[in-house]
């Protein structure tokens, strides 16, 4: 497993792997990496790539003040055991300043679909995102680049940029890997002590009644939501920052019933800011 750590590497490696015709494959994280992770790379491998790159970098743009960055687990040689076990054919992990040099003054931002959801409570949250991921394709040039459903509206961010920008790449979706109680797998569920673990819970509880009621007919987006909601907000530890009903593709929110949505939730456990989502579709394919 190749290790690279500057831009440079990383596109002379990419370019290596594309002249022969190898498929590359490429799955950006911030590390400390879980089963989720390793899933994307699985995934990659399945949509028929040939090499597989991860990339490791807790991006400073997409924190906001106050936010987690300093304190984000970081544990690169835990991670690359995981990323070779996993069959990875190289790492990206470059450093800040080779990310944002001095006087580094370019950005990406992706309109309507970054506002609401975590949009509003992370102001340019998915500017720093579509950012570094636009840098991380530059470099990486891959063919197919995998993203969890996890971080649903991070996906449509991306899908949105690499539609407009014209980037030839395969934006393939991962499903969300939970723990055994529900609980979708994250780097911040390391902040959760024992109780606030429990209480996370509410978040996959409040989704799975949510999807009941869907499978018993329920259509009305604000009455499906209202069951995640009253979920979590029967957690005490649990402060609820948002459950919304949206639209699947666009995420802007329904007018009226749908065979189709998704519902998203974040809320604050501990000191942890957790999100989740599920897409629930009536009809034949339910
Ligand atoms: P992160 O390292 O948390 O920035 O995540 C890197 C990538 O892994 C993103 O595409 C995430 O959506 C994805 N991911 C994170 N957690 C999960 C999970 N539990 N299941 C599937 N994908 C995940």
Redesign the pocket.
């Known amino acids: 497993m190749e290790i690279l750590r500057r831009p440079r590497e990383m596109q002379a490696w990419a370019d290596f792997q594309r002249a022969p015709g190898r498929r590359v494959g490429l799955?950006?994280?911030?590390?400390?990496?879980?089963?989720?992770?390793v899933?994307?790379v699985r995934i990659a491998r399945e949509q028929g790539c040939d090499v597989v790159a991860a990339t490791i970098f807790v991006n400073p743009t997409q924190f906001g003040p106050g936010e987690d960055y300093e304190r984000y687990p970081r544990d690169e040689e835990r991670d690359l055991l995981i990323l070779k076990g996993a069959g990875t054919a190289a790492v990206y992990l470059p450093g800040v300043h080779d990310m944002y040099p001095e006087g580094y003054q370019t950005f990406v931002e992706v309109g309507e679909v970054s506002r609401g959801l975590c949009g509003a409570a992370r102001p340019g949250h998915f500017r720093g995102v579509a950012t570094v991921v636009a840098k991380l394709f530059h470099v990486g040039k891959p063919h197919v680049a995998?993203?969890?459903?996890?971080?649903y509206q991070?996906?449509a961010v991306i899908r949105r940029m690499v539609r407009d920008l014209d980037l030839d790449i395969e934006v393939v979706a991962?499903?969300?890997?939970?723990e055994a109680d529900g609980l979708?797998?994250?780097?911040r569920n390391k902040y959760l002590e024992e109780g606030d673990r429990k209480a996370a819970r509410c978040l996959s509880r409040g989704l799975f009644l949510a999807r009941n009621l869907f499978l018993e007919g329920e259509r009305d987006p604000m009455r499906v939501a209202a069951a995640a909601r009253a979920a979590i907000e029967a957690e005490g530890r649990a402060a609820l920052e948002y459950v919304e009903a949206r639209d699947p593709e666009t995420l802007r929110p329904l007018a009226g019933p749908s065979n189709r949505m998704t519902i998203l939730v974040a809320a604050h456990v501990g000191p942890a800011r957790l999100i989740d989502n599920i897409t629930l579709q009536g009809g034949e394919t339910a």
Not at 27 to 37: A, I, K, Q, S, W
Not at 146 to 151: A, L, M, R
Not at 184 to 187: D, I, N, V, Y
């Open positions: 799955v950006p994280t911030m590390g400390d990496l879980h089963e989720g992770h899933s994307l995998v993203f969890g459903e996890k971080d991070q996906l991962a499903p969300t890997v939970r979708a797998m994250s780097s």
